[in-house]
C-alpha cells in the first residue's frame, strides 16, 4: 500500500514537498515513481528514483525544479516541488516499479495539488 500526502493549494513560486509512505511491500526492492494526471490529461510522467537512490529522473518540464528522494528507513519516498506553475495543477500519485523499468505495479490514491496565479 502506498499512501501520498502533503498536497494543497499555493500560489505560484511557492513549494510544496509530497510524501509517499510504503507499508506491505519491501520497499527498497522497488523503483519508485511520481507520476500526475491533470483534469482532461493523460497520466504522466514526473520523477523516478532507482532501488538505492543512485540514479534519478525527471520529466523535462519539471527539471531544475522538483527533487525525488527517498528514505528507506522510513519506507517512504519524497518529491520537493519548487518554483510551482499552474501548469504543475493535477493529482500527483506515487507508484512501485519492481524491475526499475518505468512500469509501475503499484499505486497510490493520489493527492492534489493545486496551483493558482
Known amino acids: 500500500q502506498l499512501v501520498e500526502n502533503g498536497g494543497g493549494s499555493v500560489q505560484a513560486g511557492d513549494s510544496l514537498k509530497l510524501s509517499c509512505a510504503a507499508s506491505t511491500l519491501t520497499f527498497s526492492s522497488y523503483a519508485m515513481g511520481w507520476l500526475r494526471q491533470a483534469p482532461g490529461k493523460e497520466r504522466e510522467f514526473v520523477a523516478a528514483?532507482?532501488?538505492?537512490?543512485?540514479?534519478?529522473n525527471y520529466a523535462d518540464s519539471v527539471k531544475g525544479r522538483f527533487t525525488i528522494s527517498r528514505d528507506d528507513a522510513k519506507n517512504t519516498v519524497y518529491l520537493q516541488m519548487n518554483s510551482l506553475k499552474p501548469e504543475d495543477t493535477a493529482v500527483y500519485y506515487c507508484a512501485a516499479d519492481p524491475e526499475g523499468v518505468f512500469v509501475y505495479e503499484y499505486w497510490g490514491q493520489g493527492t492534489q495539488v493545486t496551483v493558482s496565479s
Open positions: 528514483i532507482s532501488r538505492n537512490g543512485q540514479y534519478t
